[in-house]
RNA sequence: GGGGGUGUAGCUCAAUUGGUUAGAGCGCUGCCCUGUCACGGCAGAGGUUACGGGUUCGAGUCCCGCCACUCCCGCCA
């Protein structure tokens, strides 16, 4: 070994010993007769310190010629501070190492941007912290967030070994089932013109484990989509994926909360209360607008749809009349937004397809809104009381058919709270984790464009037993035995009971989903087969696992806790990929390219 | 595919209404400095204002295009 301690490992119980430490140079204070090098490795750093007066000429011009980031090794005695020099801003500040040799493992160039500054380097573009991941990885922070990551992923496999589970990998050259996310394609060189698929995730597996008598199964496992990118999604990326046998929803939501008590313990030392809150679909859309609703914060959705059925103001009364409903949210001290910020929520909601955004401002004791002439006493006095309305309010209005009113006032009460917390009117301790289950989701929803039923979940998902019949004839009535985790507004996970009778799978497929039986055989025959051989009840979920340590580390990007993430165009910035190949690699492959060259 | 934001020195940012030689801090280079830890002092180098057009006597600034990064919508069974 080129080191016999770390740098955040000495102490003054060490004075005395002769020691060496390896690392990098973190910073350099030359004082022309005295030179300080601070070393950093992984666990922290250590003053050394140069004196000529003991070293050999050219040792200290060599320490003179070090620049941060040079990669050494400094072997000496570590000896008390002098009186009042101490640093009490590291823990290795009650001691120094008087270095009588330095080996240079290596040199390194002026660094494109600092790592030494936390300040300055959480600033730094992201384009050129992805461009040097390397360097950008050595930052303490960045440090923090992969040992967290790894740390979490231990804690998870002993909490499933604990539990009984087998983790059981998966292949990731899988076939393309076109009905979900858009896939990734492999070419098979020894299958001319055939292609595996990169799974969306281990689905499908996990369900024939269950048939194949594994019972209990989990794995960290990789996935891929090729969709569009965001925040918190990557083109690939790693859930915790768990499937069991013999079980009902709610050992799925024991076991869930148990690893997250299990993990909050051990990333953060903090003791979640369990059981979770549980809230409908239903619930969760009319109250927040949202199905992955941050429970935080109030300023929830009113309903108004009977107070307005006969308004003289047609724009509520008229959407009630076609089935709609009118809903209201109080933006609690909101009422000194400017008209430019009230103008932005208007396009916001219509961006989400409101045909406009109708408010009130409570100013001065007056109502100020170009609506308020058309209300009734009634109406105001029906508003007053449900919003709860005071000086300062800031009311605003949806008036759609049920889910858009929902989704429209669900989209500007975040905006509405992003505004709140950044004015510091709104208060959102960093400590404070909202956990809840959201249940009771419909097992299919319409595609008005396409003209049928698709699942919203995935097809496997289980109907609620009672439901069953109604499949053929009231789709639009079927639960399904769905679930998903939230917390703090970010959807961790989602999963549910599978269907494991062959003949509920078929129907699920070629009846409601209308899929035709022959590509019902073509993509899912071999689960169809597997599930007439003995197939065990069964469910799962599957965690997001990026997500899942974002949250952890208090980031809102899952690029902050992957090591080396694609931006959003899906491009790796430090090793240029995707990039092209070479046609005999093509030849091989059979195939034959048909874009423009660009460059 | 669509909408918003950003792009000026190695890094972080300035630059009045379109007007002199595009500035500052940090970093870098050289010199000085024996108790610093954001070391300090003196001096210096460093710019195709992302890129390509256009308008203008004159463009970092206005217009058009384009590229990259980023946020959002669509998409993510």
Redesign the pocket.
């Known amino acids: 070994m080129k080191r016999t301690h770390h740098c955040n490992e000495l102490r003054s119980a060490h004075i005395g010993q002769t020691v060496t430490l390896s690392g990098w140079v973190h910073?350099r204070?030359?004082?022309?007769?005295?030179i300080?090098i601070?070393i950093r490795d992984r666990e922290g750093r250590t003053?050394t310190?140069f004196?000529?007066?003991d070293l050999p000429a050219e040792l200290f011009e060599c320490a003179a010629a070090l620049?941060?980031e040079c990669v050494v090794s400094v072997t000496g005695k570590v000896r008390q501070?002098?009186e009042?020099?101490?640093?009490v801003?590291?823990p290795t500040?009650e001691i120094?190492v008087a270095a009588g040799a330095l080996e240079v493992l290596n040199m390194a160039d002026?660094?494109?941007?600092?790592v030494d500054?936390p300040e300055?380097a959480k600033?730094?573009?992201?384009?050129?912290r992805?461009q040097y991941r390397y360097l950008d990885l050595r930052r303490p922070e960045m440090t923090r967030n992969l040992r967290l990551r790894s740390k979490v992923a231990t804690a998870t496999r002993f909490f499933f070994d604990e539990q009984g589970f087998l983790e059981v990998e998966t292949p990731t050259l899988f076939k393309s089932?076109p009905?979900?996310?858009?896939e990734f394609l492999v070419p098979a060189r020894l299958h001319p013109g055939k292609f595996y698929a990169l799974p969306?995730?281990p689905?499908?597996f996990k369900q024939i484990l269950m048939v194949a008598g594994v019972e209990k199964y989990f794995q960290l496992a990789r996935c891929y989509?090729d969709?569009?990118?965001?925040?918190?999604?990557q083109p690939e990326f790693t859930q915790i994926d768990i499937e069991m046998s013999f079980i009902e929803r709610e050992d799925i939501y024991a076991l869930i909360e148990e690893l997250l008590k299990r993990v909050w313990k051990t990333a953060l030392n903090i003791d979640i209360p369990t059981p979770f809150k549980r809230l409908s679909f239903e619930e969760a859309l009319n109250r927040y607008g949202i199905d992955k609703p941050d429970t935080r914060y109030g300023i929830e959705l009113v309903d108004f749809t009977e107070e307005f059925r006969a308004s003289a103001f047609k724009v509520f009364s008229g959407a009630i009349a076609v089935g709609g409903v009118v809903k209201a949210i109080n933006a609690k001290g909101l009422a000194d937004a400017t008209q430019g910020q009230i103008e932005t929520m208007t396009e916001y909601a219509k961006?989400?397809g409101a045909k406009g955004l109708a408010y009130i401002k409570v100013e001065k004791g007056e109502w100020k809104s170009p609506i308020v002439k058309f209300f009734s006493s009634a109406e105001k006095a029906a508003l007053t009381e449900k919003l709860k309305i005071e000086e300062g309010d800031l009311i605003l209005f949806a008036a759609d058919q049920w889910l858009n009113a929902c989704e429209i006032l669900g989209k500007i009460r975040i905006y509405c709270a992003d505004l709140l917390k950044s004015q510091g009117k709104l208060m959102v301790p960093a400590d404070r984790f909202d956990f809840l289950w959201v249940v009771d989701f419909p097992l299919l929803a319409y595609d008005k464009e396409q003209n049928r039923w698709?699942?919203?979940?995935?097809?496997f998902t289980a109907p609620v037993a009672a439901d069953i019949p109604l499949l053929t004839t009231d789709p639009k009535k079927v639960r399904g035995q769905h679930y998903d985790i939230v917390v703090n507004g970010v959807e961790l996970g989602g999963g549910s009971i599978r269907i494991h009778r062959p003949d509920v799978q078929k129907t699920v497929f070629e009846d409601v989903l209308q899929i035709p039986a022959e590509m019902v055989k073509a993509r899912f025959g071999y689960m169809l087969e597997a599930f007439r051989f003995g197939a065990p009840p069964h469910g799962g979920i599957a965690l997001g696992f990026d997500r899942l340590i974002a949250i952890l580390c208090g980031t809102s990007?899952i690029?902050d806790v992957i090591a080396f993430p694609k931006?959003?165009?899906g491009?790796c910035?430090m090793t240029e990929s995707p990039a092209p190949v070479e046609s005999k690699q093509l030849r091989d492959l059979h195939l034959e390219l048909r874009v423009a060259k660009k460059d």
């Not at 009042?84 to 640093?87: A, K, L, P, Q, R």
């Open positions: 910073s204070r030359d004082l022309g007769g005295l300080f601070d003053q310190v004196d000529p007066s620049r941060s501070r002098p009042g020099t101490n640093n801003k590291i500040g120094e002026v660094l494109p941007f600092p500054d300055v600033t730094v573009n992201e384009e050129l992805l089932t009905e979900g996310a858009r969306q995730s689905q499908q989509r969709e569009d990118l965001r925040a918190d999604r961006s989400f698709f699942s919203s979940h995935h097809p990007s690029r931006t959003a165009k491009t910035l």
